[in-house]
């Protein structure tokens, strides 16, 4: 009886750890799988086709221009250049991505969320007022405020931001821990969805008047 309660809690974990390992990008069978975009390969891995290895050269895994700062002439003031494996095509199964972020003076990367993805940030220059909310039902604000070489970790799948609070430009780097960590900006999903959500939806689930809520749905 024991042993069989002993081999039933072993199945029981082995099923738990495997269900929590491919939450994740798998790990890779093989040195790399340079991604392409040909029907022909035999190999298909994380959505992409693998180059023939013989073929895999130096530019498969570089990319240049990251020391250009990106656009902030818009709404929130900030902008993310994403590397993913739709960047660099050597990226694909090797689970992580980098992302460089400006910020103009009161500047705002917006709350949001990587489905598939924890975050670390690296302040290279500026001060940045950084924040995660935890999961329901605690909701609790976790937030720091980031000089200059500080770093700050975002656990997957949770909402979170950065600000920048001082008057000059910001700059930070990100590496993410999938190779299309994805992003799902809160506002933008909820206000600016396609087709829209029903106005009653919104109102109730925020208490806003629903004309507030129709001003949101044309702003977004």
Not at 28 to 46: E, G, M, R
Not at 83 to 95: A, C, E, M, R
Not at 122 to 144: A, C, H, M, Q, W
Not at 181 to 194: D, L, R
């Amino acid at each position: 009886m024991t042993k069989g309660v002993t081999f039933l809690v072993t199945v029981a974990l082995l099923a738990l750890a495997s269900s929590l390992t491919s939450a994740y990008d798998p790990s890779p069978l093989q040195d790399f799988c340079v991604a392409i975009n040909n029907s022909n390969s035999a190999v298909f891995v994380n959505g992409k086709f693998c180059k023939d290895p013989k073929l895999v050269t130096a530019d498969d895994f570089f990319l240049s221009g990251l020391d250009i700062p990106g656009n902030t002439s818009n709404r929130v003031g900030s902008n993310v250049t994403l590397l993913n494996v739709d960047k660099i095509s050597g990226l694909n199964t090797l689970g992580i991505s980098l992302a460089r972020v400006d910020y103009e003076p009161y500047g705002l990367n917006p709350p949001h969320i990587h489905p598939r993805a924890t975050e670390i940030l690296t302040v290279i220059e500026g001060t940045l007022y950084v924040g995660f909310v935890t999961s329901n039902p605690d909701n609790r604000f976790i937030t720091k405020v980031l000089n200059k070489g500080d770093v700050f970790v975002f656990p997957i799948g949770l909402i979170h931001f950065q600000f920048n609070i001082g008057q000059t430009n910001a700059l930070a780097f990100s590496s993410l821990s999938s190779q299309n960590p994805g992003i799902i900006t809160i506002a933008n999903a909820v206000f600016g969805s396609n087709p829209p959500i029903n106005p009653d939806v919104l109102s109730k689930a925020f208490q806003l008047d629903q004309n507030v809520v129709n001003y949101l749905q044309k702003q977004f």
